[in-house]
C-alpha cells in the first residue's frame, strides 16, 4: 500500500518568514495529494489539494508543490504569522483508492513573535 | 450544514467495559471514515464505508474493535473489550464520492471522541 512520509517533525520560524514542509509518496501512481492543519485540540482540515495533472497551485499565502518524477511534494506558507502554527499533516491517494488517504505524520509549525 | 456530527465527546469508562463511538457524516456525502490518534502513531486510518458498504477494515487493530455503518447517515466503532491502549481521539470523516469525474472531494471531520481507558 501507499506509504507517505514527512518531514520535519517540528519547524520553528520567525512571524513574517516563510515556512517548508516536505512530504514524499510510494505509489507512483497516487494522483490526489491534500494538506491538512490541526489546530490544537481541533479537528483537522483541508488547507489545500493538488491532483496529479497540475505541479504548483497557489491559495493566497500557501502553495503546494508536486514532483511526479520523484514523488515529492511540499507546502509552502509565506509570510508566516502566529494563527498558522498548527500540525500540518500531507496525504496521498491513489487511484481506485476509494478515496482513501495515507497521512504523513504530522509537522508541528510553530511560529515566533 | 452542522457538518459531521460525533457522541460522545468524551469518554472515560474502566477497563473491560464496552464502548461505542457514534458518527452522523455530512447528509449526501457516501463514504465514510474512522481514524484514531494518538501521539505515538499519530492519524490511523480504522475502516471506511463506501455506499455503507465497507471497504477497507486493514487497519482495525484487533478483533476487540468493529464498525457498522446501518445506513448512509449513521455508523458505529465499537471496542469490547476496552483496554487501556485504547485511550486515543477518534475522528469520523464523511466525504463525497465517485467512481467518474472527479473522483476525490474533500473529508471532513467531526470534532473528534476523546476515549480514555483507565
Known amino acids: 500500500g501507499e506509504n507517505v512520509e514527512q518531514h520535519p517533525s517540528t519547524l520553528s520560524v520567525q512571524e513574517g518568514d516563510s515556512a517548508v514542509i516536505k512530504c514524499t509518496y510510494s505509489?507512483?501512481?497516487?494522483?490526489?495529494f491534500p494538506w491538512y492543519k490541526q489546530e490544537l485540540g481541533k479537528r483537522p482540515q483541508l488547507i489545500i489539494d493538488i491532483r496529479s495533472n497540475v505541479g504548483e497551485k497557489k491559495d493566497q499565502r500557501i502553495a503546494v508543490t508536486l514532483n511526479k518524477t520523484a514523488k515529492h511534494f511540499s507546502l509552502h506558507i509565506t509570510e508566516t504569522q502566529p494563527e498558522d502554527s498548527a500540525v500540518y499533516f500531507c496525504a496521498a491517494t491513489p487511484p481506485g483508492g476509494g478515496n482513501k488517504l495515507t497521512f504523513g505524520t504530522g509537522t508541528q509549525l510553530k511560529v515566533e513573535l | 450544514d452542522a457538518g459531521v456530527i460525533q457522541s460522545p465527546r468524551h469518554e472515560v469508562t474502566e477497563m473491560g467495559q464496552e464502548v461505542t463511538l457514534r458518527c452522523k457524516p455530512i447528509?449526501?456525502?457516501?463514504?465514510l471514515f474512522w481514524y484514531r490518534q494518538t501521539m505515538m502513531r499519530g492519524l490511523e486510518l480504522l475502516i471506511y464505508?463506501?455506499?455503507?458498504?465497507?471497504?477497507?477494515d486493514s487497519g482495525m487493530p484487533e478483533d476487540r474493535f468493529s464498525a457498522k455503518m446501518p445506513n448512509a447517515s449513521f455508523s458505529t466503532l465499537k471496542i469490547q473489550p476496552s483496554e487501556p491502549r485504547d485511550s486515543a481521539v477518534y475522528f469520523c470523516a464523511s466525504s463525497f464520492w465517485r467512481t467518474s469525474g472527479t473522483p476525490y472531494h474533500e473529508q471532513y471531520f467531526g470534532p473528534g471522541t476523546r476515549l480514555t481507558v483507565t
Open positions: 505509489d507512483s501512481a497516487s494522483n490526489y
Open positions: 447528509s449526501g456525502h457516501n463514504s
Open positions: 464505508f463506501n455506499n455503507n458498504v465497507p471497504i477497507d
